[in-house]
């Protein structure tokens, strides 16, 4: 007889969702807060390893990975971890232990506040 359990998969509720730190830039001078929020994401993606880290997990088959499968980025595993805490502590990436390995995340709602934030629009005529 089995000891394993089947549990239900959660869906992140709205409250949980990430919203946009600020707003288009042609759309208004930031408040000190938001130009705080949007300088902590963008420098924590100026570094190529970050980067290449963030675009790794971001392209992951599935929307996550491994820390096992996104290491080989030219640097030691101590330095992984380290790149890859400063990516959550900036907001960019959540990230959930399994066993002995981590499992990191983009949230997509992340990456469209970023876009969002780069984002021209049109003046209103």
Known sequence: MSNTKVLPLLEPEASDAVTACCPPLTERPFTA???????????????PVRLRLFSAVASHEG??????????????????SHHLKKLKDAGLLTSERRGTWVYYRVEPSVLAAMGKLLTITPAAA
């Open 33 to 47: 807060e938001e130009a705080e929020t949007a300088a902590r994401m963008f420098k924590a993606l100026g570094d």
């Open 63 to 80: 929307g996550e990975a491994c820390v096992c499968d996104i290491s080989d980025v030219g640097v030691s595993q101590p330095t992984v």
